[in-house]
């Protein structure tokens, strides 16, 4: 999958594998930290998010474990793995490379004033 079609959800699983680089978290707790860490810029709710980490999950780029809270309810804690942390690097390349591709696009000024 190229860049292009990867961009939109490559940018979900970027971001979810880069807040599971800090530290073990479940998904609300991971939909809250995107909105506080972006200053409420981006907005990825948990409908959006989960299927994003059932992804991973399926890929091996992160694990889960149940956790109780309370006496009744358990919450899922997501891990980084070794393999999620490869991932990570090679999401953040793709994305510097289309940023870069993007910032050439608005700085193009044509040599001749044509086309």
């Known amino acids: 999958m ?20 800090e530290k073990d978290m479940y998904g609300y707790e991971m939909s809250q930290k995107i909105t506080a860490w972006s200053g409420g810029v981006v907005l990825i ?6 299927p994003t980490l059932y992804r991973l999950l399926n890929q091996g780029y992160i694990s889960d474990r149940r956790e109780r809270v309370g ?10 793995e070794d393999a999620g942390s490869a ?7 793709e994305f510097a490379i289309f ?17």
């Open 2 to 21: 190229g860049i292009r079609e990867n961009f939109k959800k490559g940018s979900v699983e970027m971001v979810a594998l880069r807040l599971l680089s």
């Open 45 to 50: 709710s948990e409908g959006s998010l989960y």
């Open 71 to 80: 006496r009744r309810q358990t919450r899922i804690y997501y891990h980084l």
């Open 87 to 93: 991932r990570l690097e090679e999401l953040c390349d």
């Open 99 to 115: 940023n870069k591709g993007i910032a050439d696009i608005l700085e193009h000024k044509e040599e001749d004033g044509h086309g």
